[in-house]
């Protein structure tokens, strides 16, 4: 069964940093590249970045040069290093494959706030 469990968000100043960690099940860790996602209040959920298994990784635009997408395979984990974060980017953050969609398994998210 797959399992998802996403934490480190929290209240931040603009300008500041955030490390979220994400552990997934074996199964679904193994098979997929694994991405890192975020819904904001009345908006779809957006995928933000993904990574391989090998470790090679792709950014939307909104992220790039901010956001660093990292995974520990021994250990199950995804992290997203955030940066330079925005009023824009407070959201709340999801882990999942890549090409996750509505139907598929999601964990709680962990809730991000920019804000002074």
């Known amino acids: 069964q797959v399992q998802l469990v996403e934490s480190g968000g929290g209240l931040v100043q603009p300008g500041g940093s955030l490390r979220l960690s994400c552990e997934a099940s074996g199964d679904l860790f193994s098979i997929n590249p694994m991405g890192w996602y975020r819904q904001a209040p009345v908006k779809q959920r957006e995928l933000l970045t993904t990574?391989?298994?090998?470790?090679?990784?792709n950014y939307a635009d909104s992220v790039k040069g901010r956001f660093a997408i990292s995974r520990d395979n021994a250990k199950n984990m995804v992290y997203l290093q955030m940066s330079s974060l925005k009023p824009e980017d407070t959201a709340v953050y999801y882990c999942n494959a890549a090409g996750a969609g509505p139907n598929d398994p999601w964990g709680q998210g962990t809730q991000v706030t920019v804000s002074s």
């Open positions: 990574i391989t298994s090998g470790g090679t990784t």
